[in-house]
């Protein structure tokens, strides 16, 4: 029978949870965030009745959500560093000298040979998840727009507001109230999903386990106690999510 | 931008000693959709029976359906895939873990993987059925009682055909996630669709075009996908619910 060594993660905590946990907390943030402001804005496109913003908007959502999330990992990740370098190039072009300063001084760039420009994991997986994630949090904020009555349109227009106006202080607020445990839902399972970053060998919480798991030879164990806290964590988020899900419909 | 464009690449003979690069992706196109469908076809009768089971009198099946669904909810893809092939064969008894550890390529990694995507999609599966279930009218039930059917010829004659033809939608877009999360295979080995892209790459460092290709072929077997099963909904639409056409009710 198979000996178990539960020490091994007693003595990898520190790794696990320092630098594992706290990366895939950043870049879930970091992607939720991202996420739904470009969700709502594609969703206000995907509304419009213009189709010079309604039509690109649509073939985003319905390309990104036709492809797997490991192909737009890929993809961001062989490809922003040329299309990255590609775009400075061009802006250098146009004006060299406070464009060339500026990427020295971020990135320590050197702009001038048009290379592919070094971007690192973290920014490479926060883009990945925000252009990926945005095209589902769209498809709820469309629904959560739908969902509030053309009457409250109609009379914010009556009272003299814009249409900015009238998407920030009267749509919006009540789409995201009525949304809430739904995009919630999305976080988690964008949480879920972070843990794909394992295939550009970052060390993500999954990452970093199965690091220490290939050194020491303990991946029965290391797998084990990841998908324990995921299960955990998981299980408390969306019993979270159903509590304010009680809440929000006695309010209404 | 710093790029070699060569999309002859596919008619180039790739190093993997499979014929041409295009031979490789569609090699790869090949176990995707093995590993799909299988898992698709096991998730599709695991799952209503788990779903169904949730929604019998009694108590002690429905909470182990519900621990079931929850347990296989709240873990990542991409840990359970682990879990599957790295933990599973050290507690199978009779040696069978040994025997599975010795499988030949590519079924080594095909049957964790299908084992992982059957298991995860069905827990999904699962809560349609449930679902589908509860948004029948109770009467529907009683009925099937009232007309001396027991409980099993109740679910098999009078609920499941109507719950099937009603969550026909939302199982569509669950077969496309399984087609899509079976990318994740690539992280215990499996060449599937993604990863044979990677691989081209890898070889010939002609980046966008592998990628570009896969893409493409994911968007085509979506729209497929897509196409078939708006038909089959036509076809097998439920008269009088919401999104039946008009003329189905006249002519019931």
């Known amino acids: 029978m198979y000996d178990f060594d539960f020490d091994v993660i007693w003595r990898s905590l520190g790794y696990l949870f320092r630098d594992g946990m706290t990366f895939t907390l950043m870049l879930t943030t970091c992607a939720m965030v991202g996420g739904i402001i470009l969700g709502t804005l594609l969703a206000m496109m995907r509304l419009s009745s213009y189709r010079f913003f309604s039509a690109p908007a649509g073939l985003y959502v319905n390309m990104t959500r036709a492809i797997p999330l490991l192909l737009v990992i890929f993809w961001c990740y062989f490809l922003l560093p040329y299309i990255c370098g590609y775009v400075f190039h061009e802006l250098y072009k146009i004006s060299p000298k406070p464009i060339g300063d500026l990427l020295i001084r971020i990135f320590g760039y050197q ?27 769209c498809e709820i904020m469309r629904a959560g727009i739908q969902s509030v009555s053309q009457g409250q349109m109609g009379a914010s227009y009556a009272l003299g507001l814009n249409y900015w106006q009238t998407m920030f202080h009267i749509i919006l607020p009540q789409a995201f109230r009525n949304m809430l445990p739904v995009l919630l ?54 019993y979270l999510v159903r509590c304010l899900q009680s809440r929000i419909a006695i309010i209404r | 931008m710093n790029y070699n464009w060569h999309w002859l690449i596919f008619w180039e003979a790739s190093p993997d000693g499979q014929g041409t690069y295009l031979d490789t992706l569609l090699n790869g196109l090949q176990w995707t959709l093995v590993t799909a469908l299988s898992a698709a076809i096991a998730a599709f009768v695991l799952g209503s029976i788990i779903g169904v089971m949730r929604t019998l ?31 599973l064969p050290e507690f199978l008894p009779w040696g069978l873990g040994e025997d599975m550890k010795r499988l030949l390529p590519p079924w080594g990694s095909l049957v964790p993987a299908v084992l992982c995507l059957s298991f995860f999609t069905s827990a ?45 939608p939302t199982l569509t877009s669950e077969l496309m996630n399984v087609i899509k999360n079976s990318s994740v295979a690539l992280t215990i080995g499996l060449i599937e669709l993604t990863a044979a892209a990677h691989a081209m790459q890898e070889f010939s460092f002609q980046v966008f075009e592998a990628f570009t290709a896969a893409t493409l072929i994911y968007i085509i077997i979506n729209i497929v996908v897509v196409i078939v099963m708006r038909f089959l909904e036509k076809r097998v639409a439920v008269p009088g619910f919401i999104g039946t056409k008009r003329e189905a009710v006249i002519t019931s």
Not at chain 1, 126 to 137: D, K, N, S
Not at chain 2, 70 to 87: A, G
Request: charged share 15%.
């Open chain 1, 111 to 137: 702009v001038q040979d048009g290379t592919p420009l070094r971007i690192g994991a973290f920014t490479s997986s926060v883009i990945t998840f925000i252009l990926f994630q945005a095209a589902y949090y």
């Open chain 1, 185 to 238: 839902t999305q976080t988690i399972i964008l949480f879920q999903d972070t843990s794909l970053v394992y295939v550009l060998s970052i060390t993500d919480f999954l990452g970093a386990a199965s690091k220490v798991a290939q050194r020491d030879g303990r991946l029965v164990e290391m797998y084990v106690f990841v998908a324990l806290i995921y299960f955990v964590i998981c299980l408390f988020l969306s």
């Open chain 2, 57 to 87: 009198p009694s108590r002690t099946l429905s909470r182990i359906s519900m621990a079931y669904i929850e347990l296989f909810r709240n873990v990542p893809l991409l840990v359970q895939m682990f879990l599957w092939y790295f933990v």
């Open chain 2, 124 to 168: 999904r599966v699962a809560e349609q059925v449930r679902a589908g279930i509860d948004s029948l009218s109770k009467g529907q039930k009683l009925a099937g009682l009232a007309l001396g059917l027991n409980l099993r010829q109740t679910y098999q004659y009078v609920l499941l055909p109507l719950v099937y033809r009603i969550i026909l």
